[in-house]
């Protein structure tokens, strides 16, 4: 178990012999060993196979001649019509490849665009702006954002563009909404900085009122660009990088007890129904999204501001900066 942990391959774990309703219970004793949520199956009966097939089939590649150590990174850009995403791709790539026009939809297709920086291969995705779910009318608007569906569920990170002038929008909350539902890592980028007037505070007051504005994604990390001129281009592409990796990031099991132990007894949590909540334990099960599933006695009482409690933690001590973690609970 310990060198798999190591490993970044997946791994499907597999509790043979579990024949009946207590054998498969207990499976969940497995999970300490750190290599996700256990498929119970019994090879005598047969209870299980179809499912562990189906998940092997699922985890099988679409492709096979291209190693994931090859494979370029794969960025949504994603935001509001007009907001500056076909100007981000052509000053990025040097070129013309996309209209710019102020009239807001000119983009109505996603359009895929390789590059190269920093000897990493990247794709950018563009894609049209989302819109308001009462603009949809025509089937072309349906289809454009059903095509922004695809883009952000084929990404390995998303790139979300706001306007400076306009901070952070209803409809900009509605593509933030969008991506984390999706459990896209993400990068948020005020675009337009070039055109605001500043004085040496303006940058820390848009990031109060833009943190304010986005509060329950406290870990979406921001940074100020203008695509017109180029300004700070080439450090979204290093921070989407390093997003990308911290997607990929397992934390081992041992540290993730001690983590445990230390924060639910800063914080307990509250007696729900006058019982009393314990953890036992505490699991990575997956990668992209990173996912930890919590072991307690009454997993059903764990309420929201918890479990807000806990991700905040997890994001404190372990990073995961522009990752949507997702936390599971079970009964021991």
Same mark, same amino acid.
């Given at each position: 178990a310990r060198q798999l942990n190591k490993d970044r391959k997946k791994v499907l774990l597999v509790s043979?012999?579990?024949?009946?309703?207590?054998?498969?219970?207990?499976?969940?004793?497995?999970?300490?060993? *750190?290599? *996700?949520? #256990?498929? #119970?199956?019994?090879?005598?009966?047969?209870? *299980?196979?179809?499912?562990?097939?189906?998940?092997?089939?699922?985890?099988?590649?679409?492709?096979?001649?291209?190693?994931?150590?090859?494979?370029?990174?794969?960025?949504?850009?994603? *935001?509001? #019509?007009?907001?500056?995403?076909?100007?981000?791709?052509n000053k990025l790539v040097g070129k013309e490849r996309l209209i710019v026009s102020p009239i807001a939809g000119t983009t109505r297709d996603s359009v895929d665009t390789p590059f190269e920086y920093n000897g990493q291969q990247y794709v950018l995705i563009d894609t049209a702006g989302l819109r308001r779910k009462y603009k949809v009318q025509e089937s072309i608007e349906f289809y454009t954002n059903l095509r922004t569906d695809r883009a952000l569920e084929s990404c390995d990170v998303a790139l979300i563009l706001v306007d400076a002038a306009e901070k952070v929008t209803s409809q900009d909350q509605r593509v933030l909404e969008k991506v984390i539902s999706m459990r896209k890592p993400a990068l948020l980028a005020v675009n337009k900085w070039d055109l605001i007037e500043k004085d040496t505070h303006t940058a820390d007051e848009f990031t109060l009122a833009i943190n304010d504005a986005i509060s329950k994604y406290a870990y979406l990390p921001l940074i100020y660009i203008s695509a017109l001129t180029g300004q700070r281009l080439g450090k979204v592409i290093t921070m989407l990088s390093e997003i990308h990796e911290e997607n990929l990031k397992r934390i081992p099991t041992p540290e993730l007890n001690n983590f445990l132990e230390r924060v639910t007894t800063k914080t307990r949590p509250p007696a729900r129904r006058g019982k009393y909540i314990r953890f036992y334990y505490l699991t990575q099960s997956e990668v992209a999204p990173p996912t930890f599933i919590f072991f307690s006695n009454y997993p059903e009482l764990i309420d929201k501001a918890y479990i807000s409690y806990l991700t905040n933690q997890i994001h404190k001590e372990f990073g995961f900066k522009g990752i949507p973690v997702r936390l599971k609970f079970r009964k021991k």
């Open positions: 043979n012999k579990a024949d009946n309703e207590t054998a498969e219970m207990q499976i969940y004793e497995f999970m300490k060993l *750190g290599l *996700g949520e #256990p498929i #119970p199956v019994s090879a005598t009966v047969g209870l *299980g196979v179809g499912e562990l097939l189906d998940k092997l089939v699922a985890e099988l590649p679409e492709e096979v001649d291209e190693s994931v150590e090859d494979r370029p990174i794969r960025i949504a850009l994603v *935001g509001k #019509p007009n907001v500056g995403k076909s100007s981000f791709i």
